[in-house]
């Protein structure tokens, strides 16, 4: 018998205030895909994003339990900074950025390959997506002190210009 191991990351769930507004950011700008729900009794989605072991999932909910004590879901990351997510197409990322006046950071990760674009989601919830430089097209990360990512420095509800 194995003893435990993880395995890899099933799900994260993430609360919203507008349910609309976070389905056409996950699906619309990222391009991940709507998922079956069992019906919890509150709304909600799941997302879902293709990997190699099978989809992985973004449960977003709204209404009942998604909402704190004053009746409005949380906004930010709190003590979890991002949620980081791979892909390919750096150049298209920021162009959907742009085209939909999502604003947005670039980073290089020192010694690495790895060229990264840093985004907060409808309910203030920041993203990495990480990105193999080594099979994108070129110019890599801008990183001009408009568009560097910079660690603890918020840029969510910045205008893009």
Do not use: N
Not at 44 to 65: K, N, S, V
Not at 124 to 143: A, I, N, S, Y
């Amino acid at each position: 018998m194995k003893k435990g191991v993880i395995t890899g990351l099933f799900h994260i769930a993430i609360k919203t205030d507008d349910l609309a507004a976070t389905i056409r950011f996950y699906c619309g700008v990222l391009g991940l895909t709507e998922a079956p729900r069992p019906d919890f009794g509150y709304p909600g989605a799941w997302l879902a994003a293709p990997t190699p072991m099978g989809p992985a999932i973004i449960h977003i909910y709204a209404g009942g339990p998604a909402l704190g004590p004053d009746g409005a879901a949380p906004s930010g990351t709190a003590a979890i900074d991002h949620v980081s997510l791979t892909g390919v197409g750096y150049h298209d990322f920021i162009a959907r950025f742009r085209d939909s006046g999502i604003d947005w950071r670039e980073f290089l990760v020192p010694g690495t390959t790895l060229w990264q674009l840093f985004v907060y989601d409808p309910s203030g919830v920041q993203l990495e997506l990480t990105f193999d430089g080594r099979v994108e097209d070129l110019p890599g990360p801008d990183m001009s002190d408009l568009r560097r990512y910079r660690a603890g420095e918020s840029f969510f509800g910045r205008s893009t210009t």
